[in-house]
């Protein structure tokens, strides 16, 4: 291979690895609630309806809302996390993602009351270490934003959310653009170590 042509595949080879960078930054599938539902509504009004949350796209559960006029964080829509009071048991919805045993991760999302800013809710990931967190600062008009770190303790990870206040109510928590992320080091460590191997086959090139 000439020096030229060398050249070339490195650069398409880096592109390549920033554009995959890109494109899998967050872990999480549908953390907007953008794809359309799999499955029938099971009711609902003028600008909000309920489906099972197994029919959401990368989501299982309880119920879940999708509402599209009361101004996402981002995208058209957004969810609500309660859902009919009938059951009488709190709610909880989850989805289970690829990790790497030892790797820190972030973990973002958005979320506002719908009515109360008593309203709460709890963050839960399945590590070893037992991560949760309680989120009870909601307002009613702003969306806030949550964010923390967490490590991963296996091949898989489960992020839960489930409802504390109202447990059982049909008023409650509004979620948007749900993201787990690798940390930049990481990523950068990453396409350090896609260069050194670069480097290391244009040596043998060399070589040969």
């Not at 609902?44 to 309920?50: D, E, K, R, T």
């Not at 029919?55 to 006029?69: C, F, P, R």
């Not at 008009?141 to 967490?150: D, E, H, I, L």
Request: cysteine-free.
């Amino acid at each position: 291979m000439n020096k030229k042509s060398f050249s070339a595949l490195v650069t398409a080879t880096i592109l390549g690895m920033l554009l995959t960078t890109s494109a899998n930054a967050n872990l999480i599938q549908n953390g907007g609630f953008e794809a359309t539902p799999t499955g029938p509504s099971q009711g609902g009004g003028s600008f909000w309806n309920y489906y099972s949350a197994n029919d959401i796209t990368g989501w299982s559960g309880s119920n879940l809302e999708l509402w599209t006029n009361k101004s996402p964080y981002e995208g058209k829509v957004h969810a609500e996390l309660n859902a009919h009071r009938s059951t009488k048991t709190a709610w909880s919805i989850f989805q289970e993602f690829t990790t790497i045993s030892g790797q820190r991760y972030d973990l973002f999302f958005a979320y506002k009351a719908r009515k109360s800013i008593y309203e709460e809710f709890r963050v839960d990931v399945d590590n070893t270490a037992g991560d949760f967190w309680k989120v009870d600062d909601h307002v009613t008009n702003t969306w806030n934003t949550f964010s923390k770190s967490f490590v991963a303790t296996d091949v898989t990870t489960t992020l839960t959310f489930t409802t504390v206040t109202p447990a059982t109510g049909t008023q409650g928590n509004f979620l948007d653009d749900v993201r787990v992320t690798v940390p930049e080091p990481g990523a950068l460590a990453l396409l350090g170590l896609g260069l050194l191997g670069l480097g290391i086959a244009r040596k043998r090139t060399k070589r040969a």
